[in-house]
């Protein structure tokens, strides 16, 4: 199984980037699906996460303006960013709670993503 991050670039203060994450190979199902990111010389922190119903939360510092969404016949998490600021800037990991047999799950990792929010 494979998670792959695409989307991250340059963007100016109040734009926008979609960022998507794709899993591969064999997947059973996927539960929990969570962005994550990490600024230089900071610790990996929580963004979003989307349960496999639909469900979400975010950290506050992102509330209003990212949207975690899912598409589950295509085993892809989207998140949208809107009102970008410096401060998001960061390399953006996609992680995913992905059932590979009837009986076992693992939790996989993306790539990551940087996106770089500067004028």
């Known amino acids: 199984v494979q998670l792959q991050a695409f989307g991250g670039g340059l963007v100016q203060p109040g734009g926008s980037l979609k960022l998507s994450c794709a899993a591969s190979?064999?997947?059973?199902?996927?539960?929990?699906m969570r962005w994550y990111r990490q600024a230089p010389g900071k610790q990996r922190e929580l963004v979003a996460v989307i349960s496999s119903g639909g469900s979400t939360n975010y950290v506050d510092s992102v509330k209003g303006r990212f949207t975690i969404s899912r598409d589950n016949a295509k085993n892809t998490v989207f998140l949208q960013m809107n009102s970008l600021k410096p401060e998001d800037t960061a390399i953006y990991y996609c992680?995913?709670?992905?059932?590979?047999?009837?009986?076992?799950?693992?939790?996989?990792w993306g790539q990551g993503t940087k996106v770089t929010v500067s004028s």
């Open positions: 992680n995913a709670d992905i059932r590979i047999t009837t009986k076992e799950n693992r939790g996989y």
């Open positions: 190979g064999s997947v059973v199902s996927i539960n929990a």
